[in-house]
């Protein structure tokens, strides 16, 4: 199982940027594909975006061009690169490491954008 740690969130805003770190404990972590997550107050967990092992990526049609998502194997570490942040962006953003059928959690970190 992968143990997952989430940082970088914060209070933004409209139009600033943040860089959401995610740091993974375990040996399989270049063997999972690792997502961002997010879920705003009363609303369901949406994807944000996926990094598979290889590298290949997508996002959500309503973060494309603004957010990107990058993994450092070496460092057993991904990142959400966040610019232009919007209100609507606000959430609390969760990491997510899928290998195979399993599913590893991070605890979650609020990204706050004010208008």
């Known amino acids: 199982q992968v143990q997952l740690v989430e940082s970088g969130g914060g209070l933004v805003q409209a139009g600033g940027s943040l860089r959401l770190s995610c740091a993974a404990s375990?040996?399989?972590?270049?063997?999972?594909?690792m997502g961002w997550y997010r879920q705003a107050p009363g609303q369901q967990r949406e994807l944000v975006a996926v990094?598979?092992?290889?590298?290949?990526?997508n996002y959500a049609d309503s973060v494309k061009g603004r957010f990107t998502i990058s993994r450092d194997n070496a460092k057993n570490t991904v990142y959400l690169q966040m610019i232009s942040l919007q209100p609507e962006d606000t959430a609390v953003y969760y990491c997510?490491?899928?290998?195979?059928?399993?599913?590893?959690w991070g605890q979650g970190t609020q990204v706050t954008v004010s208008s």
């Open positions: 375990g040996s399989i972590f270049s063997m999972c594909t």
């Open positions: 997510n490491a899928q290998y195979w059928s399993h599913a590893s």
């Open positions: 990094i598979t092992p290889g590298g290949s990526t």
